[in-house]
Each structure stands twice: as structure tokens, then as C-alpha cells.
């Protein structure tokens, strides 16, 4: 299968609200020796606002936020998402990409109105580099050099890690140059770790993990939190009834004694409690799976024999009611999900109908003067809004003055922060971040910190008649 390695960079952190300002992509063969690269970048929508922090890491300037040479934030997405259609079937790969770029690049495709799950659909997968050389410096340590962190802990950014392998990384944050750091560590990885190579190309798939929690009695997990690697072994429960890719797993710290007697109540007490008896493999999220065996020396059940580690997950076996009572009240004391008032934050809401998915894809072959009449017939509010909002940043003549006045409010309220409130950085926040920025900045930062200042500053002038007190 060939491989695309991927990266983005920016206006910030907040992966549903923020935008992307640059795209790289790669495409290899499956001997990681490229075929094509791809680069795109576009301009800043009206409604967002770059985190001057942001731009003082990746280096972009007040000036590219408006360029208007670049495409728009909708012309990028089709650029992107026909490009990797081209592609396919591949496996995508960047490194913190499952919990960031993978995200983040979701979220481009749906507000504009495109195939939300082109990475993981159409026999695609996806594969996240810091969590590969995570478990490579726990199972294979001695394969990469790890920089180490103040605190003594291993530093997994790529930005350091690359350099610390032999990379010349010296445009880190440019998109391209991050993905050919990515290759670079990813050669490192199947070459001198072959054994987390394998592994992470079998688990980048979902249906090997869920057969593999299917078929093991016990199996190892590795997960990261702050920094610090843990390592249990878990014994499957079953499936969660409400999602069908996450797999509910009992820790063998615990035996079935440690539940029988104890009302559904304290078993929900202790379920919520730390460590967790209770815990959840995501098939489709590349956990850190590893054979129960390799596993054990790592895990908090080194001190008893492997025998005896799988005489625990005979026990539970044996007690199937047990089994299926601890599933029920697990997920019994799941938080309901609430639908956000956001369309932002409902991008997982649900797929659109068939019937819309055919005005999604008419809305895409048409022009602008035919585009609103689709909008309106669209059923899913969300896609409604969403490409109405983008007839009016992209041709806005094609709406009428009441909707245009609408939507300009509506980019007003954003900017300042007005009205519902959401993660998205406004203007006042920006310009505090930019004063702050500026207070501690060398002379090599201050040029492109105080021109982000002096267009923040215009923009709330504009918007506000001044907020002199901010700044």
C-alpha cells in the first residue's frame, strides 16, 4: 500500500475552530521512496482570528493572513481533499496526527461541505508517528535517540526528535519540511525498530485490533499521560453497545473477587476511581496495542508470573455473568453526549442522508449562482449553515442583503466575542496575547509580532471604534 505523510500548520490549537494556513502532503510507495508532494496555503477566513503565539512559532506574517493570492480556505479544501482522492488507497501518516492534523483536516473538509472521513474510508488507515516512537522508546529503546527533557522525561517532538537523528530540520514548522522529518523518522523507525514498525502497520488498521482483542485472552496496552508510559494488561469484556469500534477491557490488577460481592453502586464508584479497573481500547483511535507477553515485564503485574497474569483472565472468563454486568454499568455511567450549539462542534453529529449527500456532491459541480437554490433543499441543518456561510465569504452577491446582514453580524460577534460563547480566540484575547508576546520578545520576533499587533488593532478599530484600554 503507498503512504501519505502529511502535515498542517495553523491558526492556532483549537482543532473545530481554528484554521488551516498550510498543507504539505508526500506520496511514497510502500518502500517509503516518493512519488509526488503536494503544498498548498490559503488565506484567513473573516471569522477567525490567528493566535499571535501561533504565528510567532510557524513565522507567518500579518501580511500572508490576507494575501490575496492565496486561495481561500474552501478553494484549499478542494484542492486537498481531490488531490488525496487521487491517491487513495493509502495510509495516512503525521506525527500527532490522530489527536491534531487528522482533526483538524476533518474539520476543513466539513465546512466545506466535503467527505468528512476520506483518511479512514475507501481502504484507507492512518498511522501517527509520536505514537509509534512512543512505544519504540519503551520496546525498542535503544534503536533512536530520544532528547531528554529538563524534568528527565524522553521528548517525542518532531522538531527536536528529528534533529536528534541525524534530520536537518532547520525549517521546522514549515509544513513540507515537517513531513519530510516525518519520513525521515519513519525510515529510522522500520529500519532500526522493525518490531513497533510491524506492529503499528498491522494496528493502523481497525479490524486487526478488534480481531486481536477478539482472539487474546489478555492483551497489552501502552498509553502516555503527561509524558509518563503505562502499560496494563486487559482482558476483553465486550463491545460497547453505543460504538462498535471500542472495545471495553477489565484491568487484570483486578480479579473477579474484587467485583462479585459489591452492588452495581460501588462498582460505579470504582470504576470512577483511580487506577481504573475499567478501561477503553479505540480501534479506530491506533492504540498502543502490543502482545500481552512483551508487554508483561512493563506493566504493574511484572511481579507475578505471565502463568498467573493469564490464570486472572481465565477467571473472568469463567465468570461470563460477571463479565457482562461490569460492561453494563461501565457503560451505564458514560456521559451523555449533548449537541453543542456550535456547528463547529457537531461535525460528529452524524452523516448526512443519502438525498443530502447527492446535494453535497451538486453543490460541488455547479457555480456560485446555483449553489444557495442547493443549500436550501439540504435537510441536515448543519451542512445548511455551513454552505450558506460559505456563499457568503466566497460569493457573497449570490445572497440576499437581509442573509449577507445576517452573516456579517454574525462575523462580528465572532471576532469580538459577543453573544454565545465558544473556544474561538477573539480579537481582545489576540491583542492581549500579542502585548504579552511582545513584552518578552527578542529583536529577531518583535517585526512580526508588532505587525499581528497593528492588524489586530485595526480590525477591532473597524469593528469597535477603538478599545485604546486593550493596548
Not at 34 to 48: A, D
Not at 83 to 105: K, M, R, Y
Not at 131 to 149: C, G, H, N, R, W
Not at 199 to 227: A, H, I, P, Q, W
Request: aromatic fraction near 10%; glycine fraction near 4%.
Amino acid at each position: 500500500m503507498a503512504f501519505v505523510f502529511y502535515d498542517t500548520e495553523t491558526t492556532g490549537t483549537e482543532v473545530l475552530y481554528d484554521q488551516v494556513l498550510q498543507f504539505a502532503a508526500i506520496l511514497t510507495d510502500d518502500d517509503l521512496n516518493e512519488k509526488e508532494r503536494f503544498e498548498i496555503r490559503s488565506r484567513l477566513q473573516p471569522h477567525i482570528v490567528a493566535s499571535p503565539g501561533a504565528m510567532n512559532v510557524t513565522g507567518v506574517t500579518a501580511a500572508q493572513l490576507d494575501d490575496p493570492s492565496y486561495p481561500s480556505q474552501f478553494e484549499m479544501a478542494c484542492e486537498i481533499h481531490r488531490t488525496l482522492s487521487d491517491w487513495e488507497p493509502a495510509q495516512f501518516i503525521g506525527h500527532n496526527s490522530i489527536a491534531f492534523d487528522e482533526v483538524l483536516l476533518r474539520s476543513l473538509f466539513y465546512k466545506s461541505l466535503l467527505p468528512v472521513y476520506l483518511t479512514n474510508m475507501n481502504g484507507n488507515s492512518r498511522l501517527d508517528t509520536m505514537k509509534m516512537l512512543q512505544q519504540v522508546s519503551i520496546y525498542e529503546p535503544d534503536s533512536i535517540t530520544f532528547p531528554i527533557a529538563p524534568n528527565g522525561r524522553k521528548i517525542y517532538k518532531l522538531d527536536q526528535l528529528a534533529p536528534a537523528n541525524g534530520f536537518n530540520h532547520a525549517n521546522a514548522h514549515e509544513a513540507m519540511s515537517d513531513v519530510e522529518a516525518t519520513i525521515f523518522m519513519c525510515r529510522k523507525v522500520r529500519d532500526l525498530a522493525p518490531e513497533t514498525w510491524s506492529r503499528f502497520m498491522r494496528f493502523s488498521n481497525k479490524g486487526s485490533v478488534l480481531d486481536f482483542c477478539e482472539n487474546e485472552d489478555v492483551v497489552g496496552l501502552t498509553e502516555f499521560y503527561f509524558g509518563r508510559s503505562y502499560t496494563f494488561l486487559l482482558h476483553k469484556l465486550g463491545i460497547n453497545p453505543d460504538n462498535p469500534n471500542e472495545v471495553i477491557s477489565v484491568d487484570l490488577q483486578y480479579l473477579p473477587s474484587d467485583f462479585e460481592e459489591k452492588t452495581n453502586e460501588e462498582i460505579a464508584r470504582m470504576i470512577g476511581s483511580s487506577p481504573k479497573p475499567i478501561r477503553r481500547v479505540r480501534a479506530n483511535a491506533l492504540p498502543g496495542l502490543i502482545d500481552a507477553d512483551d508487554a508483561h515485564p512493563q506493566s504493574k503485574l511484572a511481579d507475578l508470573s505471565f502463568a498467573e497474569v493469564e490464570d486472572r483472565a481465565n477467571q473472568f472468563m469463567q465468570s461470563q455473568a460477571l463479565k457482562q454486568r461490569l460492561l453494563n454499568i461501565f457503560t451505564e455511567q458514560l456521559p451523555e453526549y449533548e449537541v453543542s450549539p456550535h456547528v463547529e462542534e457537531q461535525i460528529y453529529d452524524g452523516f448526512p442522508s443519502p438525498a443530502d449527500q447527492e446535494r453535497l456532491r451538486n453543490f460541488h459541480e455547479t457555480e456560485w449562482a446555483n449553489r444557495y437554490n442547493i443549500v436550501c433543499q439540504i435537510e441536515d441543518t448543519r451542512y445548511r449553515e455551513l454552505g450558506e456561510f460559505l456563499i457568503y465569504t466566497e460569493s457573497p452577491e449570490h445572497i440576499n442583503e437581509v442573509r449577507r446582514s445576517i452573516w456579517a453580524q454574525f462575523v462580528e460577534n465572532r471576532l469580538l466575542g459577543q453573544g454565545e460563547t465558544c473556544k474561538a480566540l477573539t480579537l481582545p484575547k489576540a491583542l492581549e496575547e500579542a502585548n504579552d508576546l511582545i513584552a518578552n520578545a527578542g529583536d529577531e520576533k518583535l517585526g512580526l509580532l508588532n505587525g499581528h499587533r497593528e492588524r489586530l488593532i485595526s480590525l477591532l478599530d473597524q469593528l469597535s471604534g477603538g478599545m485604546e484600554e486593550l493596548h
